[in-house]
């Protein structure tokens, strides 16, 4: 996005009144500015920063997250099962915080849903059941490759695939594949969605697998491949008024901010962080309704995204670096539009984590080492 001050209004409710300036030792290093903002004016924040801060000197919690990721990386059928209901959880619980889940369809029209990283279909089935008739398309990153097994019950009404999306170049609108690339014989030429196909609820929840089997110049930057891709390729095909449900981490992270900043811009935005699971994580979910998806702001988007993945797909690793920083908007900029509405989506995001942290056993372990607390 540009660097100079937008003269559009972010479609999200009235900012706080909060003070907007920052600490005057704050650093140009990314991230300070925003940082220094939230402390300055986000009580909920600055708890849940003492509390990370702790989490740093305890090494009990680097034993407690490295066992979950090892759980993760190594499931059991029984494990698979757990994630499957608990996903199916955090849904249910979505749609009654946010309303979400439910498309209003007029008749005899049917809801549309797509879903990215749709296996094991805990998130996928739950909205299906919520909208009779609903017909669904989804995608998830083959078993072979590292992904999860597919348990939802696939019916006539799902068309489901497994396939890595950030290999769909043909929906990503660039087929001159070079002859010398990595992975020439990889890419799907064909677009797997119609071009014409709008869907009115879009899941963009994938996540980089540290399982998944991939090429060498795809580790640096395969979260933002696989970011790009289903951003550009849901806001396109998300009907005009529809809804995205978008997985994102770190709501302190300028390039999080950046993202959800570029939502208001052409939709309304809520924020949900489930208690039930994942509540020590930074993990939250971005919540954008009422889509204005044939706008010139919602094209421009679509437009960047491709283009990032283009750069990192194809690029030199001096153009992925050097695409990666630019074209954003600056941080002070961002801070002065958009810090009140960050402070006011982010209050019950940042308490959900504190209050989990807090309630962590390894955090009263009293052992000292390091450790991340995301």
Request: aromatic share 10%; glycine share 6%.
């Amino acid at each position: 996005m540009s660097s100079e001050p937008s003269t559009h209004t972010p479609s999200v409710p009235s900012a706080l009144e909060t003070d907007t300036r920052v600490c005057p030792d704050a650093s140009e290093r990314p991230g300070r500015v925003l940082k220094a903002y939230l402390l300055q004016n986000a009580p909920e924040y600055r708890v849940l920063d003492a509390l990370r801060q702790k989490g740093w000197e305890n090494k009990a919690g680097d034993v407690f997250f490295a066992k979950q990721r090892q759980k993760a990386d190594h499931a059991d059928e029984k494990t698979v099962h757990f994630f499957y209901k608990m996903m199916k959880g955090i849904a249910s619980d979505m749609n009654r915080a946010t309303g979400a889940l439910r498309v209003h369809v007029k008749w005899p029209g049917r809801a549309q849903i797509l879903d990215f990283c749709a296996a094991p279909g805990g998130f996928l089935e739950t909205a299906m059941a919520m909208n009779a008739r609903a017909e669904a398309m989804g995608f998830s990153l083959p078993p072979t490759q590292g992904g999860h097994e597919m348990m939802m019950s696939l019916g006539p009404v799902v068309t489901f695939k497994y396939a890595d999306v950030t290999m769909f170049a043909g929906d990503m609108g660039f087929t001159d594949i070079p002859r010398d690339h990595p992975e020439a014989e990889s890419f799907d030429l064909v677009p797997n969605i119609q071009g014409e196909r709008r869907f009115h609820l879009v899941f963009c929840d994938g996540q980089v697998l540290r399982t998944h089997v991939r090429a060498a110049y795809r580790e640096q930057w395969e979260a933002r491949r696989l970011s790009a891709t289903q951003l550009a390729i849901g806001l396109e095909h998300v009907s005009l008024g529809g809804t995205m449900v978008v997985l994102l981490h770190k709501l302190d992270a300028v390039d999080t901010v950046r993202l959800i900043y570029t939502f208001s811009r052409f939709s309304t935005i809520q924020l949900f962080k489930p208690t039930r699971a994942h509540a020590k994580r930074s993990s939250f979910y971005m919540i954008a309704t009422n889509i204005q998806s044939t706008s010139p702001l919602a094209r421009e988007a679509v437009d960047s995204w491709k283009q990032m993945w283009r750069v990192m797909t194809f690029g030199s690793d001096e153009e992925r670096v050097k695409k990666a920083w630019e074209d954003h908007m600056d941080e002070q900029v961002l801070v002065e539009q958009f810090g009140p509405q960050v402070v006011r989506l982010g209050r019950d995001i940042w308490d959900i984590q504190a209050r989990a942290l807090e309630k962590a056993p390894f955090m009263q372990a009293g052992q000292n080492g390091h450790r991340k607390t995301g």
